[in-house]
Each structure stands twice: as C-alpha cells, then as structure tokens.
C-alpha cells in the first residue's frame, strides 16, 4: 500500500490534471483489481496445468477413463500396465466418511457445551483447545498415530494395526476443530428468543437443543462436516503414515489400503514425468480436485437452504 | 489515525535502515570469507584436484533418497578444496532425479536403478543421452521380525511369501504366526532390485500387504508388527530387526564383494551427455578411494571399486 | 425416560464428549512434549543436523521455516490485503462476484499436495526455479491467499457502517476512506488473522515436499549477502522445513537417535505453533485496546 501510495505521488507531479482524490481512487481500484486477478489467474493456472497433466493418461496413453475409475487393479509398473483406481477412491471416500461420523458428534457436542451449557467456561477453556488442535502440524499427527494409534489398535483387534480405521482415527482428530468451530459459530447466532421461547414453554434444556437449536442449525451443522470431510479427503502425509498403502479394497477396518493422497506421495517421487505411471498419478491429483470442487458446491447448497 | 501512518512510516524506515546497514556488513563479511577460503585453498593442494586450474561451476545433484546422504556429505568435502565449484544436493526420488537431469534442470540424476529401466514408453529414448557414474554399490537384507524364529530364507521360500501361496511362518520352518509383508510401492527402486536379483520374479501387491516408501517406516513397522517381513539396504539395519540368510548366505559387505549373494544394486549418478569440468571432477572425486573407502562405508555402502564382480544393465553378472 | 431424566444424561453426555476432546488434546500435546522437551536444548536449536552420527540439531531447518514464513508472508499480505478489499469495497454484489467468492472458497480447501505438484510442475520446472525456498514460498502463498482474503474480508466487513459513511461524507476519496479510516479498525481482526495463518505455513509439510526440497545445503550463517549460494538469506536455495525434516528423519533417518530428534523436532514445532496462538491472542487483545476508545 505504500509502494502505491508513494508511486501515486509521483505521477502527481506529472499529470497535474489529474484531480488527487481521483487519481488516488483510481490508483486503490487498480491495486485492489491486479490482486484479484492475480488470486483468479492461480486457480486458473491450476486448474490448467493438472487437468492437462491428468487427462494426458487418457489421452496420450490410451487409458479408458471408465476403466482408470472403476478399475480393481492397480499395476502401474506390470506388462501391460493396469491403472484401475477404485481402490484408492474407495480408501479416501471410507476413511474421510469414517473420520467425518466420528468427528461430526464430538464436534457438534464440543460446541453445544460451549454455547448451550457452559458458555462463559466453555468458551474460555474449550475454544483455545480446539484452536490449538487446529494448530499442530500435519506430520505430528502421522508421527503421533504411528507411535500410539498403530500399536493401540494392533493390541485391541487383529490385525497390524495400520489400516483405515488407524487413519480414519488420526483424521478424525485432525478434523475437529474445522467442524467444531463452524458449528459454534452457527448455534452462538442463533437468535436468543427462539431458545427462550422454547424454555418459556417448559421445554428442558435438551428438548430445547434437539427440538429447537439443532433442527434450526442443521445446514450449517452439515456444513461444517462437509468442510471437514473435503479437509480429510485431501490430507496427504498423516494418513500414509497409518494407513498401510496396498493398492487394494480392504476386507476389514484393520486391513492395509490406501488413499488418493498415499498412492501419489507414494509413487511420485520414483516415476519419471511423462511416463504412463506418472501421468496416472496426475490424474489421481485432477480427481482430488474434482473432488474439492463438488464439496464446495454442497457447502453453497447447504448455505444456500441456511440462508432460506 | 496520524498516530498509525507514522508507526507505519518508522517501521518501514527502520526496515529499510536495517536492510543497508546489514548488507554492509555482508559485504565485509563476505570479503573477509572469501579471504579465509583463499587461505584455505593454499593450505590444501594436496587435495583431490591438486592439478592446478581452478574449477568454478555449479553443480545440482537431484534424486534418489538414498544416495542423498552420501552425495550430500561428498560434496561437502568436495567444495572444501574448490571453493569456486558450489553443489546442490537433492532428494525428490530417483524418478524426479532422471526427469530433471534428462530435462536439462539438473546436472547430476541421483539414481537407485539403471536409467532404462525407467524410461519406458514414449521417453526410452531420452535414456540415451544419459551417461551412467556408477558410485557405491548397495546392498539389501531380507529382514523379519525378531520373533518369527527364522533364520534362512530360500529363494524359492521368498516367492511363496511375496506372491502369497505361503501366508504362516510355521510352512518355512518357523514360529505359527501369521506372515505380514512391509513391501514396497511399485514404482520403487529398492523394490525393483529386490524383485530382480532376490525373487528373480515380479510380483503383485497382494491383498493385506503394507507398502511404505521410507526404510525408517519399513524398519519400524518390521520391528514392530508380529510376523513381519521386508527387506532394507544394509545401512538401515540394526538390532530392532533380523536379516536373514539367504539361501544360506549370509547378507553382508564380504559377501556381496565376493559375488556370492546377489540382492545389491548400484547407486548411480547420471549426467547428460559428458559431463562439465567441474562435474566430471566431482565424480572422479566420488571414485577416489579417500571416498570411497571413507564416506562411501562409513555411510553403509560398499565401495564399487572393492566389487570382484559386475553386473550389467540386463543383469548379466562378470567376474571381473 | 421422562423430560427431566433425558436432560440429565444428555448433559452428561454432552460435557463428557467435550472432555474427552480436552483429554485428547492434553493427552497429544503431553505424549509431544513429555517425548520432546527432555531433548530440547540450545545446541538442539542451533547446531546441524548429523547424517548418520548421533547429536545432530534442528538449526538450520528451524531458520529455514522463520525464513520462509517471512517471504511467504511478503507475498501474501499485499496481495491478500488487496484482494480482500476488493472483495468488502470495490466488488458490486452480482454474479461475478459471487463467482470470484466461489474461486477463494475453493482455492482455500485445495488438497495441499495437489497445490504441491501444482508447484513442482510449474515453479520448480517449467518456470525453472528449482527446489528452493521461493518456490516454496509461492506455492504457500497459494494456501494463505484465500485466508488472508477471506481474514480482510471479515474484518472490514467488521467496521461500523457509520465510520465509513461519515468519511465519504466529509468528501473522501473511497481509497482513502479505507486506507486512513477502516483499515486502522479493521487492523486487530486483520493482524489476529495472520498470525493465526503463520501457524499453518510453519506446520505445513506435503507442498513443501515438493517445492522447497528435502535438503538443508551447508549454510554459513556468517555470510549475509542473500545472492551467495550458501548464504542463509538466498531465497534461491533449496531448504529444509522443520515439518518436512520430521517427515524425513521418521522416514529414511540414518543417525542412531533419530526418533528422539525426530520426538525434539515435533516438540519445537508445537511449541512454535502454541506461540503462535497466544501471540495472536495477546496481540489482538492489545491492538484492540490501541485502536479503539476501551481502557
């Protein structure tokens, strides 16, 4: 801001005509205009460049996209090659559901109890406590979840230990504060005369939170798991630390699977660029996207009905 | 609000302040550097590149996580003596280190594998251009957990585990416990080698496998899980986890030099084309025996030179 | 069960969920520190580290991730300042720009590997900057632009009606209006907001993998001048973050003690972020008392 300023001045001098609120109007539009096509232009170039990567294993390589997205058996490095990424679809979708139904009532109740039940201790103690969960860094939970996860579940049921629940667990945690956050912020705006009315009634506090507050903040709610989910989904380095990473659909919780974020962590860093494998690895990342852009359009669906 | 902009203003002048003053003193820091690396220089013609003409250049050397530590620790030693010649060291996968150096990015591709196996498809061609620096030679152990009470492998015992037709320790002679394979991704060059020269067979990832890319993971987990198996490049091993002998040979730097067992592989450095002045010194200085019987085996590989064999790329082993 | 009873055991539960997420958390961050601390020492933050000796420290990949969350900062805040106040002032209510709200929404949940090949791919090789600290940097930036968006906006969006209004009335031009009259409000939630976003860049690993590299070449902090290549201050050389250093030494850690380096590691890395945290807290508290009229 003030570089533009400075500059600003500068060309005062030169264009006396210019009236100086003017100038300075338009100097602000102009600054504020680039940042906004310069935030446009990266999700365009994104866009671009891992769709173009991505469908080049269609294109290029011949794959069947039917077959890349349904397919059982991932081969990449066989004669002929196999890319069938179902499992790794599956694994995302089961493990960010899984972790999602185990957050989304821990979550919802954290931000009852800071709202409805104990408002002036709650929000003191449980808001910096999920602020900090939301703080500690990816790595630290694939770390924490190797050292004590793993070997909990290993010693709990049969099994390694390492699997989708192991990562579904480690998400779950990771999850928390986003659905925590947004569901308090739902249930603090609820406007205080409906609660009223509801006690006034005689209802109880729990009626009054499963007949009146939840119905009325459910999109919201819903929101905030959809959010949480979209974060799962795309969690990389955490979950392959847990998970096991055997490119098949597992048979229990406790089976080794894998991801769409661990099969392209896995592999990336071996395959050359260009080569089918790597191509395929591209298009594991455009269906992340894809991925990324249906959770955001449910979030505007469910604002959309909170808004009604 | 006038408050604000001058807090804004001081800041920005201090910064700016503080950005002249310290590049003074970097600039006197750097000649007083230059100076002492000067000194250095002529304290130390004994080195490697005694010859005489300064070398200058810089070099990046990307790819394999394996071979990083000791490209890393090498050229540390290396810009020590020649002080003009500066060398990045990356890892990113031996994938990315034949991508970037065939692409131009780089002038050294760290590898784990022989180039041709890699370029498949569309770019074998690209493996052409690419001159091989074979380094270090590694080996690897097939490793178990501690528990399993086994302590030979044969190879064909090795197939029946890795393409699941023996799932109990107690069918190769060990405890009744339940055989958990710790492999590798597909795409990885440990696995490839392992498949090569050990199993002498590729095979699938079966149902229930783990795959983890690291040997820090894969020692953990062997370590860790009841019935586990896996293998790991001889550095890594340490007494969480059992090597075992492979069919009856024991997996270890004497017996890998002597040719008797066969799961090694070598550490490779491409470079596109011949290499630069500076380049080619610092490969020749890879090769020389002060690294290769100082870093190369304080680091756990085996000196290439020591090798009585070697293998070509389809795997043809010679005596030398 | 009758009304009474039912609230009874729903408070019961209810308070008993939200205790075993403060169990968790104290649980995590005891089993972090109680593992890291004992190892925490100043030659842990200041020495390298060791390939395959015992001893080594964290020195380097802790100034590399400071150093990166500055130019990460340098990028995004004028930027994200600019963009989020087109987004409160400029921008008329309509399509476009419910469509560029729709851009930043994305932007901000976009898996971070994927803006991590993203970055290898065009950063690292096409524009050929290589692995080094400003590719980094701008692939972090592509996290931290829709927050620190989505931050100004709120907070601007936060400024009473009235001050604005009075200003433009007094014949302000609307750029001076914001920059003079609602930025300085708007500057506690703004700065609250950032801090906050640092905390994420700090801890930030699987972009990184990608773009900044897994390597900490030698550095010589006695050379300050930012083009020499083994210069601390050179945005161009490749650099390890403390977060992907943890990742690499838990993966392919040759020394003896990596686990406890590895425990130390994730202990500074908490403690950063917690720093961080009440930072911003304490920070925002006091701006808030600077700016406005409450003593």
């Known amino acids: 801001m003030e570089q533009s300023a400075v500059k600003g001045q500068k060309t005062n001098s030169k264009s006396a005509f210019m009236k100086p609120h003017i100038r300075e109007e338009w100097v602000g539009r102009v600054y504020t205009f680039v940042c906004i096509l310069v935030l446009i232009a990266t999700i365009l170039a994104i866009v671009y460049f891992v769709a173009s990567k991505g469908l080049s294993t269609f294109i290029t390589n011949g794959v069947n996209i039917g077959d890349l997205l349904t397919g059982l058996k991932w081969d990449p490095e066989g004669e002929p090659a196999v890319f069938g990424a179902l499992p790794f679809i599956f694994g995302s979708f089961s493990t960010s559901l899984l972790a999602a139904l185990i957050a989304a009532p821990l979550g919802c109740c954290a931000a009852i109890f800071m709202t409805q039940i104990m408002p002036g201790a709650g929000r003191r103690f449980m808001q910096p406590v999920i602020e900090l969960l939301a703080g500690i860094p990816s790595v630290v939970y694939g770390f924490v979840g190797l050292s004590v996860i793993v070997p909990m579940l290993r010693a709990i049921f049969p099994g390694q230990g390492i699997g989708i629940l192991a990562g579904s667990l480690v998400l779950a945690v990771m999850i928390l504060p986003t659905i925590t956050s947004i569901a308090t912020d739902a249930l603090a705006a609820l406007p205080g005369g409906l609660k009223e009315g509801s006690f006034a009634l005689g209802a109880t506090r729990w009626q009054t939170i499963y007949r009146i507050v939840l119905p009325t903040t459910l999109p919201a709610l819903l929101t905030g798991v959809v959010l949480g989910m979209a974060r799962a989904f795309g969690e990389a380095l955490a979950v392959q630390m847990v998970i096991g990473n055997a490119p098949h659909i597992p048979r229990s919780l406790f089976e080794s699977a894998s991801t769409l974020t661990s099969a392209i962590t896995l592999s990336m860093g071996n395959t050359i660029s260009g080569t089918a494998h790597n191509n395929a690895l591209w298009s594991l990342a455009l269906i992340l996207l894809t991925m990324t852009f249906i959770f955001v359009f449910i979030v505007r669906v469910l604002e959309r009905r909170n808004h009604r | 609000m006038k408050k604000m902009v001058l807090v804004v203003m001081a800041l920005v002048l201090t910064i700016g302040l503080a950005a002249c003053g310290s590049k003074n003193t970097t600039n006197n820091a750097a000649n007083n550097g230059a100076n002492q690396e000067a000194g250095t220089n002529n304290g130390t013609t004994g080195g490697a590149e005694g010859g005489g003409e300064e070398l200058s250049g810089s070099i990046l050397a990307v790819g394999s996580t394996a071979l990083q530590p000791l490209v890393d620790q090498v050229s540390k030693k290396f810009m020590e003596t020649n002080s003009g010649v500066t060398i990045q060291v990356q890892g990113g996968g031996s994938g990315t280190g034949l991508t970037q150096v065939a692409g131009g990015q780089a002038q050294i591709g760290n590898s784990d594998i022989f180039a041709e196996e890699k370029f498949k498809d569309a770019e074998a061609d690209l493996a052409k251009d690419l001159v091989d620096h074979q380094v270090a030679v590694v080996g690897m152990a097939t490793v178990v957990n501690k528990e399993v009470g086994v302590d030979n492998l044969t190879k064909q015992q090795l197939v029946d585990i890795f393409t699941g037709k023996v799932t109990n320790w107690k069918d190769v002679g060990g405890s009744d416990e339940k055989i958990t394979i710790i492999n590798r991704p597909a795409s990885s060059g440990t696995r490839k080698t392992f498949e090569t020269y050990a199993l002498g067979t590729k095979t699938e990832d079966l149902q229930g496998s783990i795959q983890e890319d690291s040997s820090g993971t894969v020692k953990k987990l062997v370590g860790e899980t009841p019935g586990a198996i896996g293998y790991l490049a001889f550095s890594y091993l340490d007494d969480t986890v059992k090597a075992v002998k492979y069919d009856g040979v024991e997996a270890s730097e004497a017996t890998v030099v002597d040719g008797t067992y066969p799961v090694w592989a070598y550490e490779h450095m491409y470079t596109k084309g011949e290499p630069d002045a500076a380049t080619k010194a610092f490969l020749d200085y890879m090769l020389t025996d002060e690294v290769q019987n100082g870093d190369v085996t304080e680091l756990g590989y085996i000196p290439v030179n020591k090798m009585t064999v070697t293998r070509a790329v389809d795997g043809t082993v010679t005596k030398k | ?295």
Not at chain 3, 33 to 47: C, K, N, P
Not at chain 3, 216 to 231: E, Y
Request: overall charge positive; hydrophobic content about 55%; some cysteine.
């Open chain 3, 1 to 295: 069960m009758n009304a009474k009873t039912a609230d009874k055991v729903a408070t019961v539960v209810i308070c008993l969920f939200a205790g075993i997420i403060v169990l968790v958390l104290l649980g995590l961050l005891g089993f972090i520190l109680f593992r890291g601390l004992s190892h925490i020492s100043w030659d842990f933050l200041t020495s390298a580290p060791e390939t395959i000796k015992a001893g080594g420290g964290i020195g380097p990949q802790l100034f590399n991730s400071l150093f990166l969350l500055v130019l990460t900062m340098l990028i995004t805040i004028p930027l994200g300042l600019g963009a989020g106040i087109y987004m409160s002032q400029y921008a008329k209510p309509g399509k476009v720009t419910n469509s560029i709200r729709l851009v930043v929404e994305v932007l901000s949940s976009f898996p971070s590997i994927v803006v991590g090949l993203f970055g290898l791919l065009v950063f690292v090789n096409i524009m050929g900057i290589g692995f080094s600290l400003f590719s980094g940097a701008l692939a972090l930036t592509v996290f931290n632009l829709p927050l620190m968006v989505r931050i100004t906006e709120q907070a601007m969006a936060g400024v009473p009606r009235e001050q604005k209004e009075a200003s433009l009335a007094l014949g302000l031009s609307r750029w001076k209006t914001i920059t003079s009259v609602m930025l300085p409000i708007a500057m506690p939630a703004i700065i609250t907001g950032t801090i906050l976003a640092a905390g994420r860049v700090f801890g930030e690993a699987a972009a990184l993998l990608f773009t900044a590299g897994m390597s900490s070449p030698r550095l010589d902090f006695t050379d300050w001048n930012p083009l020499s290549p083994f210069s601390p201050l050179n945005p161009f050389r490749p650099a390890e973050t403390l977060a992907v250093h943890i990742w690499k030494i838990n993966s392919e850690g040759l020394a003896p003690d990596a686990g406890e380096i590895a425990a130390g590691a994730s202990a500074v890395l908490v403690l950063t972020v917690l720093l961080f945290n009440f930072g911003a807290r304490w920070f925002g508290r006091f701006m808030h008392r600077k700016f406005t009229a409450t003593r």
